[in-house]
């Protein structure tokens, strides 16, 4: 066990949150010792039938003294304040512009999105030097993004766009905490944050698959799958059109709604026939046993990118 | 004894306790408890149903504190270990903190303190016992029928629309409990305004029925917002109506706000108490007038008023404002002054007294150094960039557990070991009583210092499993949690016992000046023989011209006389 | 004087009598704080969602509103009346109001059940089948059938008060001199009232002006 790890400083502004802990600490400790000395002090002193003076207090003891140590309080608690919270503290540097990451947090994982379509789950690689910009949302209940070695964190929320910016400056692989409670298997919902030096995460971005964003691999199964075939508003046979379809209240017809969301989409490319909307014919063929989940995560991202109205490309 | 008074003289040439009937032997039936409007026996149904809780909220957490010995979660599973720490924290805050002192000490001291026959309603604080029970038995039912898994805090949406355990019951029991801490508060309002003894003026108030008025106060303002805010969590739980939902439009943190504009105030439900109990034992075992007793009024008004606005610093990182943050961090310096205030009189009170290290009095010290520390991490927590990093960690963990155990429980042992004489008669073992009081205060230490350091390392609260490198911290805290379920264990055995065979106490075992003490113990039934005047200022433990004598305790001057 | 309204601990009615009026007035004081978080919520989500609260607001049933907000004011006159007669000794007039009051009190209970029924026809209750599209909408009227319940539990539970009035007195109208009840029954019954005077606009003309 390397108890000289847990502390360590891996990003911009850590050696500054650490310092002002510090500072708060040794403050602290002078306040404690002065109480926990002049209590001592009194009650040994002051224990009973010693000779110490009794009678009167001394003359300076009076409520000036008392004005006095309120004020004294008061002003190094709001000098405190000054110093330590109210100037504004930048994450990253303006000079480069920062890698912006997607977060989508749910019980109990972190998916990670990267700029060039990489995904991770659970893991976060990062190169070391580089202003990094994340913009997360919550897929359920809330959760929150804490990396210790960092000194970051931030809720992620529901229907809710959060952002965090920090800069590392050590490589190494860093704990991912949830810090947030969010149920059965909260304290699993962990992950890696890996710092790379730059030709290590150019190297680890090569390898990675090479391919378009989620929403685009999904348009492709959509032509390949023969979903098209159907739900293309140009196509002859009577399918819903999908597109703007995403987040909006279905009807069926057994006189439900259904808000169309990943569960809901889901059911439908598997379980066709559940949840057959109003005003068509129940002709879906089941895809239970056609597609596995990434390639149904794949569709519904595509689903989800279309736009009313989008011109679809043929 | 070298020591004994005019007062205690006076006391003892009265005929034996048992002679006039007290309020314990008034009645002597089940019934007569069930159905009593005494204020001293409704303290003690309170005393008795919070000693309950207090040990089933220390069961839950021991297990999951046994369970946290090693990194894996190996002892009980994920869900069972959520269920524990949500108990722990549901039946430790509302069920033992928020009525720990008020509900007992409260209810049997204030009218005897401000010279009252009873409390302003009798019949009214009876019905909030009743209340306290029927949340109770809610909440019963919830661990029975398998358990809440939300934490205390009942964060939507997790708590209205995604856990599968039992929130409905959990909330309910909350919810009717919260009444009954409402007509607590205004009863004891009431009380302190229309029942004080001639005499007793508003600045003759001993500092515990200050502290009794301003926590009322507090619950009276803050309870209702908490009632309704987990009234609506609960409405969208049970109809699905979109109220907190964001998936239907809602905002995710309004229930955090109203939730923390209660549970911030309530921490001061919880320390308020515990400071005016503390000026009485300070004062007591000091020999001394307390010091600046004006600002001690003041404070406790202070803290009661600027802690309904500093709820924000709860949700640092939750997604408020910048400038939001910034407001609410200053008021939590802010409200940190009037603690200080209140640290530095005590130690100023010791100056130049008596003093004597009974139990009562090392409970204090304790309380003392326990309370500072815990408010000087809430400094840090009051800081920004740091709160960011320790938020949801071990050190917030540690931080409430300082105040509220290290603070509240202490004062709750320090009352109890105080008062214990004039509540039963009895004097316990005061060799047994001063061992405790060390042994909780290290035991306590052991526990909970060491988790501030792993929560500065980055060690999440409310984890089942964790990173092997914070295991050695768990370790000692699990280790300091045994010894402090010892030192909790003690006083149940030597105070029961002494209950039944201890030595008679007197009226005024420790001499001390409150009215409270002016009477037999125990008290009888209506409290005083005869109406009392109040003649003096409390505290008067010295004549004000020439303090206390150097070799022997100095005749006090008692607040009034019965009579 | 009767000894039936002086209750432990006091000595003397005037002394007990004020503080029960002082009590009523702190519990008031937690109702506000009661209702202050729903109205603090409402006022959240009205600043969010301006439009869709002002349509929502327009599907509330505006005659049921009106009449029922008529009647508890009708009714908040018999209670000032009732309890004005009690302190100045007209016992036979208070036992006259007292029901009056009740009677108009479970007259509202009745139309607001009606108008509930008529809401549900309309699916005006939040989930499947709502008809307003309007994100924020359903909130409205998540808003709406929670206070206007909270409400109609307080008029019930102020019933209840009034009739026990009316009981309590029965064999001995002199105890209404002497006891508050008179009054901290009013003085409650005028608070449920206010509370329905600010949800009336905030519900039934918030969508018409």
């Not at chain 1, 600490?25 to 109480?35: D, E, G, R």
């Not at chain 1, 009313?308 to 043929?314: C, D, I, T, W």
């Not at chain 2, 987990?230 to 609960?234: D, I, S, V």
């Not at chain 3, 006891?179 to 509370?195: G, N, Q």
């Given at each position: 066990?390397?108890?000289?790890?847990?502390?360590?400083?891996?990003?911009?502004?850590?050696?500054?949150?650490?310092?002002?802990?510090?500072?708060l600490?040794?403050?602290?400790?002078?306040?404690?010792?002065?109480?926990v000395t002049?209590?001592?002090?009194?009650?040994?002193?002051?224990?009973?039938?010693?000779?110490?003076?009794?009678?009167?207090?001394?003359?300076?003891m009076?409520?000036?003294f008392?004005?006095?140590?309120?004020?004294?309080?008061?002003?190094?608690f709001?000098f405190?304040?000054?110093?330590?919270?109210?100037?504004?503290?930048l994450?990253?540097?303006?000079q480069?512009?920062?890698?912006?990451?997607?977060?989508?947090?749910?019980?109990?994982?972190?998916?990670?999105?990267?700029p060039?379509?990489?995904?991770?789950?659970?893991?976060?690689?990062l190169?070391?030097?580089?202003?990094?910009?994340?913009?997360?949302?919550?897929?359920?209940?809330?959760h929150?993004?804490?990396?210790p070695?960092?000194r970051?964190?931030?809720?992620?929320?529901?229907?809710?766009?959060?952002?965090?910016?920090?800069?590392?400056?050590?490589?190494?692989?860093f704990?991912?905490?949830?810090?947030?409670?969010?149920?059965t298997?909260?304290?699993?919902?962990?992950?890696d944050?890996?710092?790379?030096?730059?030709?290590?995460y150019?190297?680890?971005?090569?390898?990675?698959?090479q391919s378009?964003?989620?929403a685009?691999?999904?348009?492709a199964?959509?032509?390949?799958l023969?979903?098209?075939?159907?739900?293309?508003?140009?196509?002859?046979?009577?399918?819903?059109d999908?597109?703007?379809v995403?987040?909006?209240?279905?009807?069926?017809?057994d006189?439900?709604?259904?808000?169309?969301?990943?569960?809901?989409?889901?059911?439908?490319?598997?379980?066709?026939?559940?949840?057959?909307?109003?005003g068509?014919?129940?002709?879906m063929?089941?895809?239970a046993n056609?597609?596995?989940?990434s390639?149904?995560?794949?569709?519904?991202?595509?689903?989800?990118?279309?736009r009313?109205?989008?011109?679809?490309?043929? | 004894?070298?020591?004994?008074?005019?007062d205690?003289?006076?006391?003892?040439?009265l005929?034996?306790?048992m002679?006039?009937?007290?309020?314990?032997?008034?009645?002597?039936?089940?019934?007569?408890?069930?159905?009593?409007?005494d204020?001293?026996?409704?303290?003690?149904?309170?005393?008795?149903?919070?000693?309950?809780?207090?040990?089933?909220?220390?069961?839950a957490?021991?297990?999951?504190?046994?369970?946290?010995?090693?990194?894996?979660?190996?002892?009980?599973?994920?869900d069972?270990?959520?269920?524990?720490?949500?108990?722990?924290?549901?039946?430790?805050v509302?069920?033992?903190?928020?009525?720990?002192?008020?509900?007992?000490f409260?209810?049997?001291?204030?009218?005897?303190?401000?010279?009252?026959?009873?409390?302003?309603?009798?019949?009214?604080?009876?019905?909030?016992?009743?209340?306290f029970?029927?949340?109770?038995?809610f909440?019963?039912?919830c661990?029975?029928a398998?358990?809440?898994?939300?934490?205390?805090?009942?964060?939507?949406?997790?708590?209205?629309?995604?856990?599968h355990?039992?929130?409905?019951?959990?909330?309910?029991?909350?919810?009717?409990t919260?009444?009954?801490?409402?007509?607590?508060?205004?009863?004891?309002?009431?009380?302190?305004?229309?029942?004080?003894?001639?005499?007793?003026?508003?600045?003759?108030?001993?500092?515990?029925?200050?502290?009794?008025?301003?926590?009322?106060?507090?619950?009276?303002?803050?309870?209702p917002?908490?009632a309704?805010t987990?009234?609506?969590?609960?409405a969208?739980?049970?109809?699905?109506i979109?109220?907190?939902d964001?998936?239907?439009?809602?905002?995710?943190?309004?229930?955090?706000?109203?939730?923390?504009?209660y549970s911030?105030?309530?921490?001061?439900?919880?320390?308020l108490?515990?400071?005016?109990l503390?000026?009485?034992?300070?004062?007591c075992?000091?020999?001394?007038?307390?010091?600046?007793?004006?600002?001690?009024?003041?404070?406790?008004t202070?803290?009661?008023?600027?802690?309904?606005?500093?709820?924000?610093?709860?949700?640092f990182?939750?997604?408020?404002?910048?400038?939001?943050n910034?407001?609410?961090?200053?008021?939590?310096?802010i409200v940190?002054?009037?603690?200080?205030?209140?640290?530095?009189?005590w130690?100023?009170?010791?100056?130049?007294?008596?003093?004597?290290?009974?139990?009562?009095?090392?409970?204090?010290?304790?309380?003392?150094?326990?309370?500072?520390?815990?408010?000087?991490?809430?400094?840090?927590?009051?800081?920004i960039?740091?709160?960011?990093?320790?938020?949801?960690?071990?050190?917030?963990?540690?931080?409430f557990?300082y105040?509220?155990v290290?603070?509240?429980v202490?004062?709750?042992?320090?009352g109890?070991?105080?008062?214990?004489?004039?509540?039963?008669?009895?004097?316990?073992?005061?060799?047994?009583?001063?061992?405790a009081?060390?042994?909780?205060?290290?035991?306590?230490?052991?526990t909970?210092?060491?988790?501030?350091?792993?929560?500065?390392a980055?060690?999440?609260?409310?984890?089942?499993?964790?990173?092997?490198?914070?295991?050695i911290?768990?370790?000692?805290?699990?280790?300091?949690?045994?010894?402090?379920?010892?030192?909790?264990?003690?006083p149940?055995?030597?105070?029961?016992w002494?209950?039944?065979?201890?030595?008679?106490?007197g009226?005024?075992p420790?001499?001390?000046?409150?009215?409270?003490?002016?009477?037999?113990?125990?008290?009888?039934?209506d409290?005083?023989?005869?109406?009392?005047?109040?003649?003096?200022?409390?505290y008067?433990?010295?004549?004000?011209?020439?303090?206390?004598?150097?070799?022997?305790?100095?005749?006090?001057?008692?607040?009034?006389?019965?009579? | 004087?009767?000894?039936?309204?002086?209750?432990?601990p006091?000595?003397?009615?005037?002394?007990?009598?004020?503080?029960s009026?002082?009590a009523?007035?702190?519990?008031?004081?937690?109702?506000?704080?009661?209702?202050?978080?729903?109205f603090?919520?409402?006022?959240?989500?009205r600043?969010?969602?301006?439009?869709?609260?002002?349509?929502?607001?327009?599907?509330?049933?505006?005659?049921?509103?009106?009449?029922?907000?008529?009647?508890?004011?009708i009714?908040?006159?018999?209670?000032a009346?009732?309890?004005?007669?009690?302190?100045?000794?007209l016992?036979?007039?208070?036992?006259?109001?007292?029901?009056?009051?009740?009677?108009?009190?479970?007259?509202?209970?009745?139309?607001?059940?009606?108008e509930?029924?008529?809401?549900?026809?309309k699916?005006?209750?939040?989930?499947?089948?709502?008809?307003?599209?309007?994100?924020?909408?359903a909130i409205?009227?998540a808003?709406?059938?929670?206070?206007?319940?909270?409400?109609a539990?307080?008029?019930t539970?102020?019933?209840?008060?009034?009739?026990?009035?009316?009981?309590?007195?029965?064999h001995?109208?002199?105890?209404?001199?002497h006891?508050?009840?008179?009054?901290?029954?009013?003085?409650?019954?005028?608070?449920?009232?206010?509370?329905w005077?600010?949800?009336?606009?905030?519900?039934?003309?918030?969508?018409?002006?």
């Open positions: 066990m390397d108890l000289g790890n847990l502390f360590v400083e891996a990003s911009r502004g850590a050696a500054e949150v650490d310092t002002d802990f510090l500072i600490l040794l403050i602290s400790l002078l306040i404690l010792t002065l109480v002049l209590v001592l002090v009194f009650a040994i002193r002051y224990r009973r039938g010693s000779p110490a003076k009794r009678g009167l207090l001394p003359s300076f009076s409520h000036e008392e004005i006095g140590w309120t004020a004294a309080t008061a002003f190094l709001i405190i304040f000054w110093w330590l919270v109210a100037p504004p503290r994450a990253g540097s303006p480069t512009p920062a890698l912006q990451i997607q977060i989508y947090a749910k019980q109990w994982m972190w998916k990670v999105e990267h060039n379509g990489a995904r991770e789950i659970n893991t976060l690689h190169p070391l030097n580089t202003p990094v910009h994340l913009v997360m949302t919550s897929q359920d209940v809330i929150s993004f804490y990396v070695a960092f970051v964190k931030h809720d992620v929320l529901p229907e809710r766009v959060s952002v965090l910016d920090f800069y590392p400056t050590q490589t190494g692989t704990h991912l905490f949830c810090a947030e409670y969010c149920g298997d909260h304290s699993q919902m962990t992950g944050i890996i710092v790379m030096r730059p030709e290590d150019a190297h680890w971005r090569e390898v990675q698959p378009d964003t989620l685009a691999e999904g348009e199964l959509f032509h390949s023969g979903c098209s075939g159907c739900h293309d508003p140009a196509s002859p046979v009577h399918a819903p999908l597109r703007g995403y987040g909006q209240s279905v009807p069926l017809q006189g439900r709604h259904v808000v169309a969301d990943d569960a809901y989409i889901r059911d439908c490319i598997l379980m066709p026939q559940l949840n057959v909307p109003a068509y014919p129940p002709i063929p089941s895809f056609v597609v596995d989940d390639q149904i995560e794949r569709l519904i991202a595509y689903i989800r990118s279309l009313p109205g989008q011109e679809l490309p043929k | 004894m070298s020591d004994v008074t005019a205690t003289l006076r006391y003892s040439d005929p034996p306790v002679a006039t009937p007290n309020y314990l032997t008034h009645g002597r039936t089940l019934g007569s408890w069930l159905t009593a409007t204020h001293k026996r409704i303290g003690l149904l309170y005393a008795f149903s919070i000693t309950i809780f207090f040990f089933i909220g220390s069961i957490i021991a297990i999951d504190r046994l369970d946290l010995l090693t990194p894996a979660a190996d002892l009980v599973s994920d069972t270990y959520n269920k524990l720490f949500t108990l722990h924290g549901i039946v430790m509302w069920f033992f903190l928020i009525p720990s002192i008020p509900a007992t409260g209810n049997f001291f204030l009218p005897l303190m401000i010279g009252a026959k009873d409390v302003a309603f009798p019949r009214l604080n009876l019905t909030s016992w009743y209340l029970i029927i949340g109770a038995c909440t019963v039912a661990i029975v398998g358990g809440v898994d939300t934490g205390w805090t009942f964060y939507t949406p997790y708590s209205s629309q995604y856990s355990s039992y929130v409905a019951a959990a909330a309910a029991g909350v919810f009717i919260g009444f009954s801490s409402i007509l607590t508060g205004l009863n004891f309002i009431a009380t302190t305004h229309m029942l004080r003894a001639p005499g007793m003026s508003w600045f003759r108030l001993p500092l515990f029925v200050w502290s009794m008025y301003t926590t009322s106060a507090v619950m009276i303002l803050a309870t917002v908490l309704i987990l009234f609506l969590m609960t969208e739980r049970l109809f699905d979109p109220i907190f964001p998936s239907q439009g809602g905002d995710p943190l309004l229930f955090q706000h109203l939730f923390w504009f911030h105030p309530a921490v001061y439900i919880m320390i108490p515990a400071m005016g503390i000026s009485e034992v300070f004062t075992f000091a020999r001394r007038r307390v010091f600046g007793y004006a600002a001690m009024v003041y404070a406790l202070a803290i009661a008023v600027i802690g309904f606005f500093v709820w924000g610093h709860h949700m990182v939750a997604g408020e404002s910048p400038f939001a910034l407001v609410f961090s200053f008021l939590s310096f940190a002054v009037p603690s200080a205030i209140k640290v530095f009189n130690t100023a009170t010791l100056y130049r007294g008596q003093i004597t290290f009974e139990s009562p009095m090392l409970y204090a010290l304790g309380f003392l150094w326990l309370f500072t520390v815990g408010g000087l991490t809430g400094l840090f927590l009051a800081t960039p740091i709160d960011i990093h320790v938020t949801d960690t071990y050190f917030v963990v540690a931080h557990h105040i509220m290290g603070g509240t202490s004062a709750f042992f320090a109890l070991h105080y008062w214990w004489p004039k509540i039963t008669g009895r004097l316990y073992h005061e060799a047994w009583a001063r061992f009081a060390l042994l909780m205060f290290f035991g306590f230490n052991l909970f210092f060491p988790q501030f350091i792993m929560g500065y980055g060690m999440p609260r409310r984890y089942h499993a964790y990173a092997p490198e914070f295991q911290f768990h370790v000692l805290s699990t280790a300091g949690a045994a010894v402090l379920g010892a030192a909790y264990l003690m149940v055995g030597y105070l029961i002494s209950a039944f065979y201890g030595d008679r106490a009226a005024n420790w001499q001390a000046t409150g009215l409270e003490w002016q009477t037999d113990s125990p008290p009888p039934k409290n005083f023989r005869a109406p009392p005047v109040i003649t003096a200022a409390p008067e433990y010295h004549t004000a011209e020439e303090g206390p004598p150097s070799h022997e305790r100095g005749l006090h001057n008692v607040q009034g006389t019965a009579g | 004087m009767t000894s039936d309204a002086l209750r432990e006091w000595t003397d009615l005037g002394r007990q009598r004020e503080s009026i002082f009523i007035w702190l519990f008031l004081g937690t109702e506000v704080l009661f209702f202050g978080g729903m603090t919520s409402y006022a959240a989500y600043f969010l969602y301006p439009e869709a609260f002002l349509a929502a607001g327009h599907e509330t049933n505006i005659y049921y509103g009106s009449v029922n907000t008529l009647i508890l004011l009714s908040s006159f018999f209670m009346a009732g309890d004005l007669a009690a302190r100045a000794g016992f036979r007039f208070a036992r006259i109001c007292f029901p009056a009051t009740a009677i108009l009190g479970m007259m509202f209970l009745i139309l607001k059940g009606f509930y029924n008529d809401d549900l026809e699916h005006l209750f939040p989930g499947p089948g709502f008809p307003l599209p309007e994100a924020g909408a409205f009227w808003f709406y059938w929670v206070m206007t319940f909270i409400h539990i307080h008029l539970i102020g019933i209840g008060a009034v009739i026990r009035l009316q009981l309590a007195s029965r001995d109208p002199d105890w209404l001199k006891s508050a009840a008179p009054e901290v029954t009013a003085l409650y019954w005028h608070f449920v009232d206010v509370i005077v600010i949800l009336f606009p905030l519900f039934y003309l918030a969508g018409r002006s």
